[in-house]
């Protein structure tokens, strides 16, 4: 996707959501840039990601569920008892950007996908994304500079230590916590660390 493709997708976009999350999506489109030259990602394939990663954040919850319902027997996502707006627009914003954006390259929409909760097999284009979108220059919450300290070296060290502070500030809201997002924790802390992995015996 090249310039003229982005530029057409910015148009569309502006018109279509509310104009601080548009903002939001050009710092998250330029934070994925810097990071995915920083790590040898596809700069292309993380820009295009970063720019939609929140296409479908302002559908009503309605929306969402019916979309999330057309995804698929493949859909992945949360548990139905965790249906909400911030778990739902991430695998449904995939879906809106190849229906209304014309986006085929199945790397972008993982990305979009997996921006919100992450995934055991993430990939690196999947990593930029999500860390993107935790540390663009108008994100504001306690430990987000440790977060981009990191993020000037370690792309996983940054990731756990974000997905870290998302678990501690679900459970200082006593708020229900998706299952997957300690899982996908405890993956990358795994795979960083060169932990060996549940059932693996050869390290014994
Ligand atoms: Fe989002
Ligand atoms: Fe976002």
Redesign the pocket.
């Known amino acids: 996707m090249g310039n003229e493709a982005l530029g057409q997708i910015r148009t569309r976009l502006q018109m279509v959501i509310p104009h601080p999350r548009y903002e939001h999506s050009r710092r998250v489109e330029e934070e994925s840039r810097r990071l995915a030259s920083r790590f040898g990602a596809d700069l292309e394939v993380c820009a295009t990601a970063g720019l939609l990663?929140?296409c479908a954040?302002d559908l009503s919850l309605d929306q969402l569920i019916a979309l999330w319902h057309r995804l698929g027997p493949d859909r992945r996502g949360p548990d139905p008892v965790m249906f909400n707006s911030a778990l739902l627009?991430?695998p449904v914003g995939a879906l809106v950007a190849r229906e209304e954006y014309g986006v085929r390259d199945p790397r972008v929409l993982n990305a979009i996908s997996r921006?919100?909760v992450g995934a055991v097999d993430m990939t690196l284009e999947d990593k930029v994304v999500c860390l993107a979108?935790y540390i663009e220059p108008g994100r504001r919450f306690p430990g987000v500079d440790a977060i981009r300290g990191l993020a000037q070296h370690d792309l996983d060290a940054a990731l756990i230590y974000a997905l870290g502070a998302t678990i501690k500030h679900l459970v200082d809201s006593a708020a229900l916590i998706d299952a997957d997002v300690v899982v996908i924790r405890n993956a990358l802390l795994r795979e960083s660390t060169k932990m060996p992995k549940a059932g693996d015996t050869s390290a014994s």
């Open positions: 990663h929140d954040r627009h991430g921006h919100r979108d």
